[in-house]
T-cell receptor
Framework: KAGVTQTPRYLIKTRGQQVTLSCSPI?????VSWYQQTPGQGLQFLFE???????NKGNFPGRFSGRQFSNSRSEMNVSTLELGDSALYLC????????????FGSGTQLSVL | SQQGEEDPQALSIQEGENATMNCSYK?????LQWYRQNSGRGLVHLIL?????REKHSGRLRVTLDTSKKSSSLLITASRAADTASYFC????????????FGAGTILRVKS
């Protein structure tokens, strides 16, 4: 089985731009979670989608949004980028749900200049 | 917010020695999990222990859970240079909704 695939691997943007990150979960996994990882804040939960519905959302501003498609693939979007949005964005899929065993992708390293 | 706090923040040992990392958490949990992360990459699931379990083994890994003290420990026996990584504990529980909350991690360096 293929693992969780995140694209792109690296991204460089400037302040004010917007960005879309993509995640393809393991086949059969309907739960997709997104995390932001920074050296200062560690791993912070962004949101979780299950069968195209957002089930849970972390404490992030409305500039961070996501969606899930019928094939379970997910995208997250960050609008009006700020320098502080520079981070490793990790996607994880799960068979049982976001509170159970997670399978992570390699992440998208976003740099905002 | 971070539920788990790992201790120590960093650990440096010689190959062949055992490594012990600890995790404390604040609220009741359904399960506690340990993950490994190699530099700049995704996390890899190591082991999951449920709130009604006290100890679990997987290869060279041993995890204990003490719900009365709200703490867990991860023991890696006979460490190898390839074990060099960051290790995170994560808690899943109803009070945090359907998600895992990760601690800050322990950086383990195994010297050969």
């Amino acid at each position: 089985k293929a693992g969780v695939t995140q694209t792109p691997r690296y991204l460089i943007k400037t302040r004010g731009q917007q960005v879309t990150l993509s995640c393809s979960p393991i086949s059969g996994h309907r739960s997709v979670s997104w995390y932001q990882q920074t050296p200062g804040q560690g791993l912070q939960f962004l949101f979780e989608y299950f069968s195209e519905t957002q089930r849970n959302k972390g404490n992030f501003p409305g500039r961070f949004s996501g969606r899930q498609f019928s094939n379970s693939r997910s995208e997250m979007n960050v609008s009006t980028l700020e320098l502080g949005d520079s981070a490793l964005y990790l996607c994880a899929s799960s068979l049982e749900g976001a509170g159970e065993k997670l399978f992570f992708g390699s992440g998208t390293q976003l740099s905002v200049l | 917010s971070q539920q788990g706090e790992e201790d120590p923040q960093a650990l440096s040992i010689q190959e062949g020695e055992n490594a012990t990392m600890n995790c404390s958490y604040k609220t009741s949990i359904n399960n506690l999990q340990w993950y490994r992360q190699n530099s700049g990459r995704g996390l890899v699931h190591l082991i999951l222990i449920r709130s009604n379990e006290r100890e679990k083994h997987s290869g060279r890994l041993r995890v204990t859970l003490d719900t009365s003290k709200k703490s867990s420990s991860l023991l890696i026996t006979a460490s190898r240079a390839a074990d060099t990584a960051s290790y995170f504990c994560a808690t899943g529980g109803m009070e945090y909704g359907n998600k895992l909350v990760f601690g800050a991690g322990t950086i383990l360096r195994v010297k050969s």
